[in-house]
């Protein structure tokens, strides 16, 4: 694999992950026991750590990204494993 495609199939990894790593951790104003301010979200974070979140988000997104590139390199599950509808036995006819 070229570095280029493994950079972008990364990029992808790492944008996928964020909805993954967003919801963990989140704590409302009510919840931090802070007072709620009027004309914001009550589900609103009490405070959004944009770092921290990065951060997690680049450890999946590589973690995610290292089981793919091992299994692209050692093949442990191939597309005839995930065909269901049995297409690839068709194409062999």
Do not use: C, K
């Not at 409302?28 to 709620?36: L, P, Q, R, S």
């Not at 988000?57 to 990204?65: G, H, S």
Request: a neutral charge.
């Amino acid at each position: 694999m070229r570095w280029t495609s493994a950079l972008a199939i990364y990029i992808l990894f790492w944008s996928f992950s964020v909805f993954l790593v967003l919801p963990f951790g989140v704590r409302t104003t009510h919840e931090a026991g802070g007072d709620h301010v009027p004309g914001t979200a009550e589900s609103a974070p009490h405070e959004f750590r944009a770092g921290r979140i990065a951060l997690r988000v680049t450890v999946v997104a590589t973690v995610l990204f290292v089981l793919f590139q091992l299994n692209y390199h050692y093949g442990w599950v191939t597309p005839r494993d995930v065909d269901l509808f049995g297409r690839m036995d068709m194409e062999t006819r």
